[in-house]
């Protein structure tokens, strides 16, 4: 099975390095599993000697079968998790790590009381972490900022989207009207360039026709508003992802981000028809958490900054 899910991989990305870190594995271990299964079928299955790679004509027929193969186990995977007296036994769930210490325990109460949840394991981490649980199915559903729009089968649930605001140390008194203004007096403290968010604030400073010539970054929130706390620099980010450091009383001014503004979602992504009714009543759950933690440690600023999606 997981030479199949490893071919698999290959044939969707066309490239063994991108193969091997969506399965959580080194290339060479990607390598071999390919190679145990083109013994096993007797045939050589990739086309190694082009850039990106692609499938031999073999490829194609073995991929058509390895789908069906691996979507009919997780059928079976799911259907097992569903018998017995509870519906579902057994829910693994991926989330941002910013929104995570907001909405475990509120999740955690509803799976355990409502839907008896007997077996819970829950993942906090960065947006591509979502991705490789996803493609390898060690979660049902995450709670996330991608919609993996490329990837096919799964059902989306919007939790809220979030306008990026600009965070300041409370110690600043320079200008800032103009985030040009603001990089000639500190550095921009940002998310790193491999994170969704990251890449998210460098393409809106590129659409700026701006540079920051100084940069301090970091994969997680809190370690960015700390750094902004201590007057080490700036930065921008979204209501959700100034919770912790509102929560820990972090002295940070926030403000609307001057100039065209840019947003981001969250949603709940699950794979199509596996949980019922649960996706949609898990992104009400977390849009309800995050509203109330969000009014409550940044008022006005964060109300306007978050717009709902309305639930039945």
Known sequence: MTALEVFVAIAETRQFTQAARLMGMT??????????????????????????VRLTQAGELCLRHA?????????LATSMRHEGPQPISVLRIGML???????????????K??????DLTLHAGQSGDHETLLRTKRADLVITSNPFYDMDGLERHDVLTENFLLVLPQSYDGPARRLQDILAHLPLVR????????????????RLKLTAPRVIQADRSSMVTACVAEGLGFTILTPSLLIDGFVE???????PLPG??????????ARSGDLDALPARLAALASRELAAQIDQQMGQVGREAVSLEEFD
């Open 249 to 255: 009383r972090m002295p940070l001014i926030v403000r």
């Open 67 to 75: 789908q069906r193969i691996l979507n009919s186990v997780e059928d």
């Open 97 to 111: 790590a910013s929104i995570a210490t907001t909405l475990t325990p509120p999740l955690v109460r509803l799976l």
């Open 113 to 118: 009381s409502e839907v008896s949840v007997e």
């Open 27 to 52: 290339q060479s271990a990607a390598s071999q599993q390919l190679a145990s299964l083109e013994d096993a079928c007797d045939a050589r299955l990739i086309d190694r000697t082009v850039r990106p």
């Open 260 to 269: 065209p503004g840019f947003s981001r979602s969250i949603k709940v992504v």
């Open 191 to 206: 998310f790193a360039a491999t994170t969704s968010v990251g890449r998210r604030t460098e393409q809106h400073l590129r």
